[in-house]
Every structure is written in structure tokens, then in C-alpha cells.
Nanobody
Framework: QVQLVESGGDLVQPGGSLRLSCAASGSIFGLYVMGWYRQAPGKQRELVATITGGGTTNYADSVKDRFTISRDNAKSTVYLQMNSLKPEDTAVYYC???????????WGQGTQVTVSS
């Protein structure tokens, strides 16, 4: 089992910044991909960004050039730096860890990000 604990969600004004963190613990070994997803009210959960152990990143088009995902392998922690936030970024943000080639796929409990004036 793997446990994921997110932090950093908050209320922020449009144009502001936030940094989300997600610490993983438990049975973490081998190759794995960490990422952030989000779900706005009435919408499906969507990909925000992912990062491999080697540092390869993937972003949703809607957040490119505004969000940056990073990872500290020694701490099994992934971060999401969010700049130039927009009201449409308002959602619950979920941390995810996947182990390729296995059925191991875990989610955090989510952290609320609200962008509003």
C-alpha cells in the first residue's frame, strides 16, 4: 500500500500563485510516475501534470507555461507550482502515483484550490 498526503490548497486571487505538495509513503519501490489531477464541480477528473523518476514531464495544454511539476525522489514527494492562476483553475487537486506494468495506482484525498476575487 501507498499513502499520499497533499497540502497547499487555499483560496487565492486571480493572477496569484500556490504551491501544492504531495508526500508518498509506504511500499514505494521500482519505477513510478507521480502526477496531479483535478476535478471541478460537475466535471470529470482531468490530468494536470505528470513526472517520471527521470524527470520527464507532461502537462495539460491549459496549464502549460503557468504550472511546473517537480519531484524529490529522496523524499518521494511531488510538487506543483501554480502561477498566474485563473478562476477556471478552481478544483480539487488530487495527487497520484502509478507503477507502470503493475496494477498499483493510488490517489490522495485531494486539496481544494479556489481562485476568486
Amino acid at each position: 500500500q501507498v499513502q499520499l498526503v497533499e497540502s497547499g490548497g487555499d483560496l487565492v486571487q486571480p493572477g496569484g500563485s500556490l504551491r501544492l505538495s504531495c508526500a508518498a509513503s509506504g511500499s514505494i519501490f521500482g519505477l513510478y510516475v507521480m502526477g496531479w489531477y483535478r476535478q471541478a464541480p460537475g466535471k470529470q477528473r482531468e490530468l494536470v501534470a505528470t513526472i517520471t523518476g527521470g524527470g520527464t514531464t507532461n502537462y495539460a495544454d491549459s496549464v502549460k507555461d503557468r504550472f511546473t511539476i517537480s519531484r524529490d525522489n529522496a523524499k518521494s514527494t511531488v510538487y506543483l507550482q501554480m502561477n498566474s492562476l485563473k478562476p477556471e483553475d478552481t478544483a480539487v487537486y488530487y495527487c497520484n502515483i502509478k507503477f507502470p506494468g503493475t496494477h498499483r495506482d493510488y490517489w490522495g484525498q485531494g486539496t481544494q484550490v479556489t481562485v476568486s476575487s
